[in-house]
């Protein structure tokens, strides 16, 4: 059997934790988590997933997605590994920022259904 595809989950809520956790593992994708930047940046380090999944807050003094989404550009092993940013409130502002960074496809948290998200997640990447 081939190996599971990685995701790299940056979420700091534990309720959003589970559930896309849940929807990627019965999709048959490794869940790899972190909930702050730092974290992030460690576990990466001995990682290769298939797509980067950040929440764009990440609570008090714990960064954002977009900084860790601008430290993985710096790495050369991780570039042109898809990027989806997930975040609680998204505005016309910054969904052009985050596609003017580079970001792949931008959800909301509270309008985005597990389909929608598992039907891009295998178009970009495979199962």
Do not use: C
């Amino acid at each position: 059997m081939p190996n599971k595809k990685i995701i790299f989950l940056l979420e700091d809520d534990e309720a959003f934790t589970v559930i896309f956790r849940r929807w990627l593992e019965e999709a048959n994708y490794r869940v790899i988590t972190a909930k702050t930047l730092e974290e992030a940046k460690k576990l990466a380090e001995n990682e290769s997933p298939s797509l980067f999944w950040l929440d764009y807050y990440l609570g008090e003094n714990n960064g954002n997605g977009m900084e860790f989404f601008h430290w993985l550009k710096t790495q050369e092993r991780f570039k042109g590994i898809p990027t989806i940013m997930v975040s609680i409130t998204i505005d016309m502002e910054k969904l052009k920022e985050f596609e003017e960074q580079g970001i792949h496809k931008t959800f909301s948290k509270t309008e985005t259904d597990r389909k929608a998200i598992l039907e891009y997640i295998k178009e970009t990447v495979g199962e």
